[in-house]
T-cell receptor
Framework: SQQGEEDPQALSIQEGENATMNCSYKTSINNLQWYRQNSGRGLVHLILIRSNEREKHSGRLRVTLDTSKKSSSLLITASRAADTASYFCATESLIQGAQKLVFGQGTRLTINP | ETGVTQTPRHLVMGMTNKKSLKCEQH?????MYWYKQSAKKPLELMFV???????ENNSVPSRFSPECPNSSHLFLHLHTLQPEDSALYLC???????????????FGEGSRLTVL
């Protein structure tokens, strides 16, 4: 069953503004990850937050996790045109030495110059 | 560049054709994955291999047949596909648990498949 569900499905903002994307999930998690995908390309890992963490930063990225609400948010500050992409959250479970990631449908972010 | 290479990048095939997608990594990873990405749908996990053993098969139709001959290579053999199988097929790999594993998957650029 689908785990992460992103909100909004599409977001369009002006360059320099902050972009916030939300993710909700249904079951217990080990960690939650965010990925980025440029159109027609592969996914690139952005950041991972563990279930015992509440907030994490990486450059212009800030991720929060609320396990009581089963939700996470990704904030991109001071957005740039190059941030235009789709962003996905993914929840992880372990399976015999491998990582099973279940992705949401993604948020399509457009940064207008 | 993630170090995961997929070929071909684009493939057009008829419903009666047989073709294969290839994925290769030389990152020392021991787990490899196939995902399907269709328009307006979440990424669907198809198959998971750990140490060359298939550990997950998400109710994928038998017209998709995976093969993992060694930890560096993963194939997806395709036969008698349907037009609705047209999608972007993404391969990913991940390192062994522990050993500084951050939990992330490393994705290839994908193979865009069109079934006529």
């Amino acid at each position: 069953s689908q785990q992460g569900e992103e909100d909004p499905q599409a977001l369009s903002i002006q360059e320099g503004e902050n972009a916030t994307m939300n993710c909700s999930y249904k079951t217990s998690i080990n960690n939650l990850q965010w990925y980025r995908q440029n159109s027609g390309r592969g996914l690139v890992h952005l950041i991972l937050i563990r279930s015992n963490e509440r907030e994490k930063h990486s450059g212009r990225l800030r991720v929060t996790l609320d396990t009581s609400k089963k939700s996470s948010s990704l904030l991109i500050t001071a957005s740039r045109a190059a941030d235009t992409a789709s962003y996905f959250c993914a929840t992880e479970s372990l399976i015999q030495g491998a990582q099973k990631l279940v992705f949401g449908q993604g948020t399509r972010l457009t940064i207008n110059p | 560049e993630t170090g995961v290479t997929q070929t071909p990048r684009h493939l057009v095939m008829g419903m009666t054709n047989k073709k294969s997608l290839k994925c290769e990594q030389h990152l020392g990873h021991n787990a490899m994955y196939w995902y399907k990405q269709s328009a307006k749908k979440p990424l669907e996990l198809m198959f998971v291999y750990s140490l060359e053993e298939r550990v997950e098969n998400n109710s994928v139709p038998s017209r998709f047949s995976p093969e993992c001959p060694n930890s560096s290579h993963l194939f997806l053999h395709l036969h008698t596909l349907q037009p609705e199988d047209s999608a972007l097929y993404l391969c990913a790999s991940s390192p062994p648990q522990g050993q500084g594993n951050t939990g992330e998957l490393f994705f290839g650029e994908g193979s865009r498949l069109t079934v006529l």
